[in-house]
C-alpha cells in the first residue's frame, strides 16, 4: 500500500545500501509523502504531494503527459491485460527481482499470488509479511481462510510482527522459513522519541490519549464508555481522540455532556506530532477485537505515556501485562474502566513503567537494532537461490 506511512517507513529503513528497490501499489491511492527510494511501477503516474521525494514512477503507458487517459483508454482496450494481477506478473518478469516481498496478506500477498500463477514459473523467492489482523482476524473468516491457506501454502518465507503470528501460519499449512518477529515498519527512531519526549514523569500529565478507530475491528465507543465510567477519578483531565471520524466526535461529544469531562479531537497529523501527543499523555487507550503489535501502544511507551491495550493485540510479548502495559479484553467495558482507574491513581505504577518500557524498547526495537536484522533477513533470502521461489 503505497499510500500507508507503514510502507514508507519499512522503505526508508533500506536507504543507502545500494539496492535497487520497486513498489507495486496495490491501490492507485496517492502514495505517502514520506515514500522514497523507489522505482513504483504505478497505473496512473500518482505522486506525493508537493516535492518529488526521490519517488521515481513507472507506469504501463509510453507517454508522461496525458498518462492517465492513455492507462483508461487501454484498460478498456485490453481489460486482461492491464489488470493489476497481470500487470504485476509483466513487472516481475521484466525486472526479474531477486526477492519478491508482500507487505501485508489481504491486499499483496492475495495480489502477489495470483500474478505468481499467471508466470506460471519462475517466480523469484517469496517473502509474505503479516501485518496486525492478517491472520488472527481474517484466519477466522471463512471467506479469507482457504485464500491465506493458499498464500502460505505457496510462499516461501514469512515474517510477522508477533510470534503468536508466526504460530498462526503454521497452523494455516506454512512450511517454509519464518523469520523472529519484527515491526512492520522496522525499527523505532530511539533518538527522536528520546528529543520529544518531556521531562515532565507521566503522574503529572493530565490527558488520556484515545485512539478512535470504530469500525470492524477498532471498539473506540467502549474505549470511551469505560472513560466515563472513571469521570469521579477524572477531575482536571481531559480526553484527546486522534484518529478520530464523525461518530467518535458525536459520542465524545455526548460523553462530556453527560461526564464534565472535556475532549478534543486530535486533527490527522504527522508521526512527529502524534508522538508529541503521547508525550503529553498519563494513559494511551487502545481498543480493538484484533490488532498485531499495536504501534501505537509501543509509540506511547516510547513517550511515557502507560499504554492500556487489548488482549487481542501481540503487546504482552512486548511490554509486560501488570508492569509496563494494562491488558484487557475488548468486550467488557468495566475491566477496561477499571484499568483506566488504575492508571491514573497509581502515580508509581506509570512512573516506574515509563522508565522500564523505554529501556525495554530502545534496546529490542531500536532503528539501530532492527535495521541490521531486516538487511540480514533479505541477505539470506537471496542466497537461498531460486531454489525457493520454485515452491
Not at 40 to 56: C, K, T
Not at 88 to 105: C, F, N, Q, T, Y
Amino acid at each position: 500500500m503505497a499510500e500507508s506511512v507503514h510502507t514508507a517507513r519499512w522503505v526508508g529503513q533500506l536507504g543507502g545500501l545500494g539496492w535497487d528497490l520497486h513498489l507495486f501499489p496495490v491501490t492507485d491511492a496517492q502514495p505517502h509523502a514520506a515514500l522514497t527510494g523507489v522505482t513504483m511501477h504505478a497505473f496512473s503516474g500518482a505522486r506525493p504531494a508537493g516535492a518529488d521525494h526521490g519517488l521515481r514512477v513507472k507506469g504501463p503507458y509510453p507517454f508522461r503527459r496525458g498518462s492517465y487517459m492513455f492507462y483508461l483508454a487501454a484498460q478498456r482496450a485490453f481489460p486482461r491485460r492491464m489488470a493489476r494481477a497481470a500487470r504485476l506478473a509483466s513487472v516481475v518478469r521484466g525486472v526479474k527481482p531477486d526477492i519478491v516481498h508482500s507487505l501485508e496478506m489481504q491486499r499483496a500477498a492475495y495480489l502477489a499470488l495470483e500474478a505468481k500463477r499467471a508466470l506460471g514459473g519462475g517466480f523469484p523467492p517469496w517473502l509474505v509479511s503479516c501485518w496486525g489482523n492478517d491472520l488472527y482476524l481474517f484466519g477466522r473468516l471463512a471467506e479469507h481462510a482457504p485464500k491465506i491457506k493458499d498464500v502460505l501454502s505457496e510462499c516461501d518465507y514469512f515474517t510477522a510482527d508477533c510470534e503468536r503470528d508466526n504460530e498462526l501460519a503454521r497452523r494455516h499449512g506454512f512450511e517454509g522459513e519464518t523469520f523472529p518477529a519484527l515491526p512492520v515498519i522496522g525499527g523505532f527512531d530511539i533518538e527522536l522519541a528520546r528529543a520529544l519526549r518531556p521531562a515532565t514523569p507521566p503522574s503529572q500529565r493530565r490527558i488520556i490519549a484515545l485512539k478512535g478507530y470504530q469500525h470492524w475491528a477498532g471498539r473506540a465507543l467502549s474505549g470511551l464508555r469505560a472513560i466515563e465510567l472513571c469521570a469521579d477519578v477524572l477531575r482536571g483531565y481531559k480526553v484527546v481522540i486522534y484518529l478520530s471520524d464523525e461518530t467518535m466526535e458525536i459520542a465524545a461529544e455526548l460523553m462530556s455532556q453527560r461526564s464534565g469531562i472535556p475532549f478534543e479531537i486530535f486533527p490527522r497529523s504527522s508521526y512527529e506530532e502524534t508522538l508529541k501527543l503521547h508525550g503529553r499523555a498519563r494513559v494511551s487507550l487502545g481498543v480493538s477485537i484484533s490488532d498485531g503489535l499495536a504501534l501505537s501502544a509501543m509509540e506511547a511507551a516510547l513517550m511515557g505515556s502507560f499504554p492500556i491495550q487489548t488482549d487481542t493485540s501481540c503487546v504482552g510479548e512486548r511490554l509486560r501485562d501488570g508492569v509496563g502495559t494494562l491488558l484487557v479484553p475488548p468486550d467488557d467495558i468495566e475491566r477496561i474502566a477499571a484499568a483506566v482507574r488504575r492508571a491514573v491513581t497509581d502515580d508509581e505504577l506509570v512512573d516506574r513503567a515509563a522508565e522500564i518500557n523505554f529501556r525495554q524498547l530502545a534496546e529490542s526495537l531500536g532503528l539501530e537494532t532492527v535495521r541490521p536484522r531486516v538487511v540480514a533477513m533479505y541477505e539470506k533470502i537471496r542466497s537461498g537461490g531460486r531454489e525457493a521461489g520454485a515452491r
